[in-house]
């Protein structure tokens, strides 16, 4: 398969310097080189910015409602698990509307790669404040100060039970695109929190910030110790003020990014015995007889 | 005792193993060659509240619950206290000997049975686990029943907890019919006299009959959240997936399961979901989403009362307006109404070929008196029904639409990884499936996809039926579990007919209309406050019907409810 292959008549409609251009340049690029094509691949969306991706992408793909990107991919999941499904969404589709889908999804490790665009707002609504934003700052929605305290969707994810935790940088184009691609062959629950600037409402995490702040975990990292992960989770936790500087005036790089956990365990798909031969999907829908069944109430 | 029908109600505290006791005798009726019917009381409790169960039996066909009570199985005091009035002369009670009544007012004629259930439980091997057994014992021997079609029925339903417990209830049920035979010899009836030859048949319920239908129909795919009255459902989809190869899943709450079903329906597989109104709120967004995305799914949707939590246990038809308005926006949406358990078996097989035909959400709707109401019927017959698929597109297409625009509304469907370049898209799109805001692209994917009802209608409505004379004094409309107690009703007249709608979306207005323009008289019977049927009528057909009998108190209307209405409006 060919980049230009995966082009649609529609042209992306986010802003110029939006951190969704690197997301979706290194998604293409990632199914350029793995070949995830239309007979093994299928895209979800939820609302925001980031759920335009699918007409930008000529990959199967289904855009539901906001927040609810994770049920619809696990129901694709389940009826045909040879397929990668991919979840794309946002910090406030999947923080805020559906937290309740992700600590679930987390828990079953159902085999889904989320794509998690986190850009500390939501900004298709034009810039009110998200699970993440920092306590303190002023967005429409909080004027006087935003007096939620964020939290980490990386610890809540390890928490909950996923078996493959990372943090990318929309910035960097080949390292996210290891990522999609490490995401993807991982046998459980994936997530990449991905760092991205809204150019339009957020004036505090810039591409400069991120450049300045980040860091690769570095290779003798260990990420199947669960402690050891929710330290590096929680090191960034964007807890402090707006005037606070990310590396806690230490002088030091505080954003770790790479895979911060990632474990071995059987996925929810691969312990369903109906589809252990083959997925739902592939079987004709054929009529069941019943007398079995009407024995039991006779 | 009426020989015609005859009505036990055996009464206890919650956890005392009514319902299954109940169950267990209505199947030793059957198996003799009897008709039954069940009708079930409980609070929203597990432990302590009172449970009543009514076992009606008849040689004829039975469709309702009634009002008068025969035979009283009273396995606690308070049953006593609770239904004492309901005995007329010639009834009688069943309670434990130790229980002292000469505080309690028996009406004249009453016969008491008292038996030393406890006693004989106890010696049995447990006074509290086995007293239900000792009192079917007890109504075996005084309806004449056979004991040994009891004791095979015991057998069934213990058998795989061990030989010791089977005998020790063995033991019970023998202890009960013994006591009973000795003591009361003269006021046995010879009422379930076992009939030579009985044929074959089934006691099921609505969430049994509901489940049954899905299986049949070749469901793939259920994600239910538990709620009353419609848990039932997924324990037998949920004991069975591995049998016939559907995925159940449990899911987190009602907003994910309709969404997991929408997910696995696009993806291919056939997909449902069930919940009470509570539940569907959760589902409304998703129930928007299957309309404009196309998808096909299936909603069981059992209605209790609300709103809130209501009254959680019991039953009304409180949510026709509801399901036929939820979400925001239009969207073709095909809405059926059972009337008992066996339209709900059919009806569910029906929804799953409309929804795969007309790539749209098809709700059936059921009350609570059709979840968890048993009832006799012939075994259900599959033969007639054929899977339809609908529309498919062939695999690995380069030039495919989605939402093509069609004259019959219906598009070619297609599923994930078979090559072809799909998009889902619950923004308004183009054919392709790209979203689209211009407002010609607007009006015509809208006028599309609402086309499907008329296509719908055309093909696939029947027209409703009319039970009863052709020609009527009085015509009763209605819809749901009322159906039954109808039907028990004008049994008793010959100038009463009865119209069913049990189509609701899309809705038979011709035939409506001209049923209803031409009768003398109308009577619309709802369980619900304001006559929804009736204000859906009015709208659809201009029809205005003056006189209702409406109920909103949670119980059913009974057929005894139905005839003095009948009766009022005759004589007017």
């Given at each position: 398969m060919k980049l230009e292959e995966l082009t649609t008549p529609c042209k992306p409609t986010w802003c110029p310097g939006c951190g969704n251009f690197g997301i979706w340049g290194a998604f293409k690029n990632a199914a350029v080189e793995k070949g995830w094509d239309n007979t093994n691949s299928v895209l979800v969306a939820g609302i925001g910015c980031h759920g335009h991706m699918i007409n930008f992408v000529k990959l199967t793909s289904f855009e539901g409602l906001h927040g609810r990107a994770l049920p619809v991919a696990t129901g694709i999941k389940l009826a045909n698990h040879r397929l990668n499904v991919f979840v794309f969404t946002g910090d406030g589709d999947c923080l805020g509307e559906g937290g309740n889908h992700f600590i679930h999804a987390c828990r079953r490790n159902h085999d889904l790669t989320i794509i998690l665009h986190d850009n500390a707002l939501y900004s298709l609504t034009t810039g009110q404040a998200s699970p993440?934003?920092?306590?303190?700052?002023?967005?429409?929605?909080?004027?006087?100060?935003?007096?939620?305290?964020?939290?980490?969707?990386?610890?809540?994810?390890?928490?909950s039970g996923a078996t493959f935790v990372a943090r990318g940088f929309s910035g960097d184009l080949p390292k996210l695109k290891e990522l999609l691609i490490k995401a993807n062959e991982h046998k459980g629950l994936s997530v990449i929190d991905i760092l991205q600037p809204c150019v339009t409402f957020n004036k505090q995490y810039t591409n400069e910030f991120y450049r300045e702040n980040s860091?690769?975990?570095?290779?003798?990292?260990?990420?199947?110790?669960?402690?050891?992960?929710?330290?590096?989770?929680?090191?960034?936790?964007?807890?402090?003020?707006?005037?606070?500087?990310?590396?806690?005036?230490?002088?030091?790089?505080?954003?770790?990014?790479?895979?911060?956990?990632?474990?071995?365990?059987?996925?929810?798909?691969?312990?369903?015995?109906q589809i252990a031969q083959k997925p739902l999907a592939e079987n004709t829908v054929e009529k069941r007889d019943l007398q079995d069944l009407f024995k039991k109430y006779s | 005792m009426n020989q015609d029908i005859l009505s036990i109600k055996l009464g206890g505290a919650a956890g005392q193993g009514i319902k299954s006791a109940g169950l267990m005798f209505a199947k030793v009726a059957s198996r003799s060659g009897y008709n039954t019917f069940d009708y079930t009381e409980y609070p929203s409790l597990i432990r302590g509240g009172h449970n009543m169960m009514q076992i009606i039996f008849s040689k004829a066909e039975i469709t309702a619950p009634i009002k008068k009570t025969d035979l009283l199985i009273a396995l606690n005091p308070e049953t006593l206290n609770k239904y004492l009035d309901e005995l007329e002369e010639g009834a009688g009670a069943v309670f434990d000997e130790t229980i002292n009544v000469d505080s309690l007012k028996f009406k004249n004629g009453v016969n008491k049975f008292p038996v030393p259930l406890s006693k004989f439980a106890g010696e049995s091997g447990n006074k509290d686990l086995f007293l239900n057994t000792v009192a079917l014992g007890a109504l075996a021997a005084l309806v004449n029943a056979n004991l040994d079609i009891l004791k095979e029925l015991i057998n069934e339903e213990f058998g795989d907890k061990g030989e010791e417990v089977v005998n020790k209830n063995y033991h019970a049920a023998e202890s009960g019919y013994n006591h009973a035979k000795e003591n009361f010899s003269d006021k046995i009836k010879n009422f379930l006299t076992p009939l030579e030859n009985p044929p074959l048949r089934i006691i099921v319920n609505g969430n049994d009959a509901i489940a049954m239908g899905a299986i049949a129909a070749g469901m793939q795919f259920a994600a239910i959240y538990p709620m009353t009255p419609i848990t039932n459902i997924l324990y037998i989809l949920a004991s069975n997936q591995e049998k016939y190869g559907y995925i159940y899943k449990q899911p987190e709450d009602e907003i994910a399961a309709i969404n997991m079903a929408i997910g696995a329906s696009f993806a291919g597989a056939r997909s449902m979901v069930a919940t009470s109104g509570g539940g569907f709120c959760l589902m409304t967004e998703g129930y928007g989403l299957a309309g404009m995305t196309e998808t096909p799914l299936v909603i069981i949707y059992g209605m209790r009362p609300g709103p809130a939590t209501g009254l959680p246990t019991w039953t009304e038809q409180g949510d026709l307006h509801f399901i036929l308005h939820a979400h925001q926006g239009e969207f073709p949406r095909i809405v059926l109404a059972a009337g008992d358990a066996k339209e709900a078996f059919?009806?569910?097989?029906?929804?799953?070929?409309?929804?795969?035909?007309?790539?749209?959400?098809?709700?059936?709707?059921?009350?609570?008196?059709?979840?968890?109401?048993?009832?006799?019927f012939s075994n259900f017959d599959i033969s007639g029904f054929n899977i339809d698929r609908g529309k498919f597109a062939k695999d690995n297409q380069s030039d495919y639409l989605r939402y093509k625009i069609e004259e019959d509304g219906i598009s070619k469907r297609t599923i994930p990884g078979n090559g072809t370049y799909l998009i889902g898209n619950s923004d308004e799109h183009n054919e392709t499936g790209y979203s689209n805001e211009e407002p010609e692209n607007r009006k015509q994917q809208m006028q599309k996809r609402m086309r499907k009802l008329l296509t719908c209608k055309a093909n696939d409505m029947p027209t409703p039926k009319i039970y009863g004379p052709e020609n009527a004094d009085v015509t009763i409309v209605s819809w749901g579990s009322n159906k039954g107690s109808i039907l028990q009703a004008i049994k008793n007249f010959n100038n009463v007919n009865y119209l069913h709608i049990n189509w609701i979306n899309p809705f038979p207005v011709e035939f409506v209309k001209q049923a209803l323009g031409n009768a003398k008289k109308i009577i619309d019977v709802e369980c619900n406050y304001s006559g929804q049927l009736a204000e859906l009528i009015r709208q659809k057909t201009g029809i205005e019907i003056s006189?209702?009998?409406?109920?909103?108190?949670?119980?059913?209307?009974?057929?005894?409810?139905?005839?003095?209405?009948?009766?009022?409006?005759?004589?007017?």
């Open positions: 993440v934003t920092p306590h303190g700052t002023k967005t429409k929605s909080s004027p006087q100060g935003n007096l939620d305290e964020p939290f980490s969707p990386l610890a809540l994810a390890i928490a860091y690769q975990l570095p290779n003798d990292y260990d990420p199947t110790n669960k402690e050891k992960a929710f330290t590096k989770a929680l090191e960034w936790a964007r807890l402090q003020s707006p005037e606070a500087k990310a590396d806690g005036g230490q002088g030091e790089k505080q954003i770790p990014l790479g895979i911060l956990y990632q474990v071995e365990k059987p996925s929810y798909e691969s312990q369903v015995k | 059919e009806l569910t097989m029906q929804a799953f070929n409309l929804a795969d035909k007309y790539q749209t959400p098809v709700v059936v709707v059921v009350d609570k008196d059709i979840c968890e109401n048993d009832q006799t006189e209702k009998l409406l109920s909103f108190d949670g119980r059913p209307i009974y057929p005894e409810d139905i005839i003095e209405k009948i009766n009022e409006v005759l004589k007017k």
